[in-house]
């Protein structure tokens, strides 16, 4: 047999990494063959997770993180949760990836490589809130179908990349355009190639935005092949699902774009409140924009143990959608009082806030902190479930942490 029918010893040494040990007789191994080891697949070494990170579902990949991880003011990649609607782009060729800009609103289509991207156009930083509009779900009664997420599909990285506005602009756009849409490398589950798993947008005015960014890089590096490396929309504050992951096409409309998931009931809820239960009718589901106000406990992780006498220094973040946070409150009383404590101004506008409060429990015994955020509008979090809704969307009911004294 001729040696390029073997495995090669670039490749050998990489999986070696990966498993921790030298393959003793990996030069006998046959090309394309993937050791046993390698094929259960552990997602937390793949992704660079945590293992205190919870997996909602394995085809496709999606992950949550939990309160108390979330602790960090910029959200590493190890917390972050992973939503995928589809399967994670295989050989990725980095050198020959293309963006173009098309659709009915452009004034001509075109295509840039990353580099073309990169030199052309001024690079920003901003952390960026990125909340799933299902998070939360696991709490709807009656039950919504998807990932059931409870707290942790929400983060707040770093990112950096180029303003899509001048991209956009460079282009050239159209006064009759409405909406953008993005197309991407992943694929559908069933594999056929037709099908885009996700393709969602956002209308031009969050286009335009200063913070909507495609990024190339989160946390200051290549961002993970998870969360769309080598290029991705980043749009904070809406659902992160028009955050368009391995991003390589952009179409203006001269309509809302009807691309896989924006029709329908999908990322939708209904324009106007609705019973628990109730069917609605598509045309009368409207498409979730700005994410409601909403806050997490970080720390403690929920059923701390102080002693009695000993104050309890809690923090976390809260966000809300466009708007900022202007109030912070907690309580220890089942929400029957509420006391005020800081929240800082965000590092950017679309970033999380932070928040701590030092509390003193009058006895021993059991509590629960309950956490609520009010934004720039006046508007509060609901302190249990807000509105039922048929897909499980936009639950930003306060977070509770337990407490026990003694
Ligand atoms: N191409 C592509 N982009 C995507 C998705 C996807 O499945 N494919 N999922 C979307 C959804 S629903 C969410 S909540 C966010 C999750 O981003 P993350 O996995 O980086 O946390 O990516 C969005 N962008
Ligand atoms: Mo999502």
Redesign the pocket.
Known sequence: MKRRNFVKKTVLASMATIIGADIVFGSKMLKGYQPIVLQDQDPFKMFNKDRGMEVLNDK?WNIEAKAHLLDDKITPNKY???????LIPKDIDVKNWTLTIDGESVKQKKTYSLADLKSKFSEYTYQLT?E??GNGRSEFDPPAKGNQWTVG?V?CAEWTGIRLRDVLEDAGIKNNAVYIGYH?A?THLSGDQKKE??SRGAPMVKALQDETLLAFKMNGEDIPL???YPLRLVAGGW???V?????NRISVRNKVHDGTKMTGTAYRVPCEPVAPGEKVKDEDMCIIESMPVKSLITYPKSGAMINQGKQLKIRGHAWAGELEVTKMEYSIDFGATWKECPVEKPANRLAWQHFSATIDFPEKGYYEVWARATDSNGTSQPMLLPGWNPKGYLNNACHRIAVKVK
């Open positions: 496709p972050m949760f992973i939503r995928n609607n589809g990125l799933c509009g599909a983060s991407a992943d798993p996700i998870a969360h769309g659902p992160a699902s955050s368009g992951k391995w991003v």
